[in-house]
């Protein structure tokens, strides 16, 4: 598989803007995902962006993806009690033979301050 | 809505017992996915399927194996469980020849091997 890294933890106060960085390695990545997971569930998709777009913005949430330092970032506005979660970033590369897997990373745990 | 089941949220088990996890889905999607969640090591791929009576091993497999007779059901077993199998354990699905490819999740089941 491949490798996606990102950092453990973020605290952000209520309001605030959370940032969640994620690096990645297969250069042939066709989608980049972000990923939520709240307390006892499973992941759900949150946003995905198409490796030949730079940017997406989706209400709250603004992807930013930069394909030269094989860089993605989730930018959260305005981060509310409700954004406590774990946030996987994850990519999808081809396993052969006309098929695809995710890798996931570990996961950020965002934490916010009332 | 997709829906994807797991039979247990919670299964506490003793070392050396066979154990089966269940996943169905409702959405007709030919491809599922076992992974489990441990702190601290994110998603990790244990199997997959791309088809009834597929499989395919994924980053993980020793220790496991999986059944799939059915399109909606894909079963994990765990021939002799063991402590080190302790991890919550997630099931997913996926349209195939969706370019998006976005895997819908379960809720997941905790399990603790005594």
């Known amino acids: 598989g491949e490798d996606v890294e990102q950092s453990l933890f973020l605290s952000v106060r209520e309001g605030d803007s959370s940032v969640i960085n994620c690096t990645y390695t297969?250069?042939?990545?066709?989608?980049l995902y972000w990923y939520k997971q709240e307390p006892g569930a499973g992941l759900q998709l949150l946003t995905y962006?198409?490796?030949?777009?730079d940017m997406k913005q989706d209400q709250r949430l603004t992807v930013l993806l930069n394909k030269k330092d094989k860089h993605l970032s989730l930018r959260i506005a305005d981060t509310q009690t409700g954004d406590s979660a774990i946030y996987f970033c994850?990519?999808?590369?081809?396993?052969?033979?006309?098929?695809?897997?995710?890798?996931f990373g570990k996961g950020t745990k965002l934490s916010v301050i009332p | 809505d997709v829906k994807v089941t797991q039979s247990s949220r919670y299964l506490v088990k003793r070392t050396g017992e066979k154990v089966f996890l269940e996943c169905v889905q409702d959405?007709?999607?030919?491809?599922m996915f076992w992974y489990r969640q441990d702190p601290g090591l994110g998603l990790r791929l244990i199997y997959f399927?791309?088809?009834?009576?597929?499989?395919e091993k994924g980053d993980i497999p020793e220790g496991y194996s999986v059944s799939r007779e059915k399109k909606e059901r894909f079963s994990l077993i765990l021939e002799s469980a063991s402590t080190n199998q302790t991890s919550m354990y997630l099931c997913?699905?996926?349209?195939?020849?969706?370019?998006?490819?976005?895997?819908?999740f379960g809720p997941g089941t905790r399990l603790t091997v005594l």
């Open positions: 997913a699905s996926s349209l195939a020849g969706e370019h998006l490819d976005t895997q819908y």
């Open positions: 297969d250069s042939s990545s066709t989608y």
């Open positions: 962006i198409f490796s030949n777009m």
């Open positions: 994850a990519e999808k590369w081809d396993s052969g033979a006309g098929s695809y897997q995710l890798t």
């Open positions: 959405m007709d999607h030919e491809n």
């Open positions: 399927s791309y088809d009834v009576k597929m499989k």
